[in-house]
């Protein structure tokens, strides 16, 4: 014959049973979605990092296509004009050459527009602004070389073009609104990419078998 001492032992290794399956499958979901966290976190920071390795190349790619220095080399598979002087042909060098130094760049440029998507995805609208800051330097740059190249411009054009297409350093730099355009959107990636790789938003891990127990189940 049973007696109650018996059912009640059964009812409470029961519920004691259900505790503790609860609780695994509590601590189950929130590892999971700890890992969830973590994953998402290493991806922003590869993000991140690629994003301002990006930026920093730019200033190289942009100081090549701009430079002011041309060589005959580079417009030499150049096109004569119908009865154009050698005088001419070579006055227009240069402008073709910063033509063929952005087709030259054409992987960098590529590689920006697959990271502009990826970096607004993670980042919101302000990624996606900083990347056309870029994107229409590169297009000022060469709308005012082709217009150069094949236009008859007056004096006054003709110099705001160089602006664009050249890169003078510290002369009349304020007039420079291409290098303008570039700087901000090294800055623009500087403070947005900086602080993710730099880790400076995560807090400290808590102290003690219990902080850590806690951090290691995500609460």
């Excluded at 033509?99 to 760049?105: G, M």
């Excluded at 996606?128 to 006054?156: P, Y």
Aim: aromatic letters at 14%; hydrophobic letters at 40%.
């Amino acid at each position: 014959m049973s007696t109650p001492w018996a059912f009640g032992w059964t009812q409470l290794f029961t519920i004691i049973g259900f505790v503790i399956t609860l609780g695994i499958a509590m601590g189950g979901f929130r590892t999971f979605d700890r890992w969830k966290r973590e994953k998402l976190e290493e991806r922003k920071i590869e993000i991140a990092f690629h994003t301002l390795a990006l930026a920093y190349e730019s200033k190289f790619v942009f100081d090549g296509i701009r430079s002011p220095t041309s060589f005959d080399y580079e417009y030499k598979d150049m096109k004569k004009k119908d009865g154009e002087s050698d005088a001419e042909w070579n006055r227009r060098g240069p402008y073709y050459a910063i033509l063929k130094r952005i087709d030259f760049n054409k992987e960098f440029f590529e590689r920006a527009w697959k990271m502009q998507p990826r970096c607004t995805a993670m980042f919101g609208a302000q990624a996606e602004e900083m990347f056309l800051l870029m994107h229409r330097a590169r297009r000022e740059i060469e709308v005012s070389a082709q217009m150069l190249l094949w236009q008859e411009l007056g004096r006054d054009t003709v110099v705001e073009f160089q602006r664009d297409i050249w890169e003078r350093g510290e002369f009349e730099k304020d007039k420079d609104k291409v290098g303008k355009k570039l700087i901000e959107f090294r800055e623009r990636v500087e403070k947005l990419c900086r602080p993710v790789i730099d880790r400076q938003y995560g807090k400290a891990p808590r102290k003690g078998l219990v902080g850590r127990a806690l951090d290691w189940m995500g609460i």
